[in-house]
Nanobody, 122 residues
Framework: QVQLVESGGGLVQAGGSLRLSCAASGRSFSVSTMAWFRQAPGKEREFVGTIRWSGGDPYYADSVKGRFTISRDNAKNTVYLQMNSLKPEDTAVYCC???????????????WGQGTQVTVSS
């Protein structure tokens, strides 16, 4: 099993920044890809971006490209989501996910964190 714990959410004004963290524990060595998803009230879960522990460039959804940055700290088994130039439409519960294989659909991921709320006020 792999446990994922997110932190760093909160309330921020439009144009502001937040950094989310996702700490992996347990059999974290068994997963190669970490991803961030978000879900706003009344909407389906939306892919935000993904990164591999082994390296390579992160991959982002068009809606966040140029504003969000995913990074990793392998020594800490932690993945980060730096969110800049936040907009009210970024308001959602942000979850990290992990699996052996990646992708942009939630069904590709076996392990999920509990999520952290991000609220962007206008």
């Amino acid at each position: 099993q792999v446990q994922l714990v997110e932190s760093g959410g909160g309330l921020v004004q439009a144009g502001g920044s937040l950094r989310l963290s996702c700490a992996a524990s347990g059999r974290s060595f068994s997963v190669s890809t970490m991803a961030w998803f978000r879900q706003a009230p009344g909407k389906e879960r939306e892919f935000v971006g993904t990164i591999r522990w082994s390296g390579g460039d992160p991959y982002y959804a068009d809606s966040v490209k140029g504003r969000f940055t995913i990074s990793r700290d392998n020594a800490k088994n932690t993945v980060y989501l730096q969110m800049n130039s936040l907009k009210p439409e970024d308001t959602a519960v942000y979850c990290c996910a992990a699996n052996v294989f990646g992708g942009t659909t939630p069904n590709n991921y076996r392990y999920w964190g509990q999520g952290t709320q991000v609220t962007v006020s206008s």
